[in-house]
């Protein structure tokens, strides 16, 4: 069985689960909207090469 119980300890260890998800949900979120930016850019780069 999948025991989750941390007596004194689960508030400190979920906690840094949760801090942990948002952080990296926030850090790849962060890099596909530079992802697109420098996308846009290469893309107009390349027209105005034309």
Not at 16 to 21: K, P, R, Y
């Amino acid at each position: 069985m999948l025991d989750l119980d941390m007596s004194p300890y689960g508030v400190f260890v979920w906690s840094s689960w949760g801090i942990s998800a948002v952080a990296l949900a926030a850090i790849s979120i962060r890099a596909l909207v530079a992802a697109r930016r420098w996308k846009r850019e290469l893309t107009r780069l390349e027209e105005a090469r034309k």
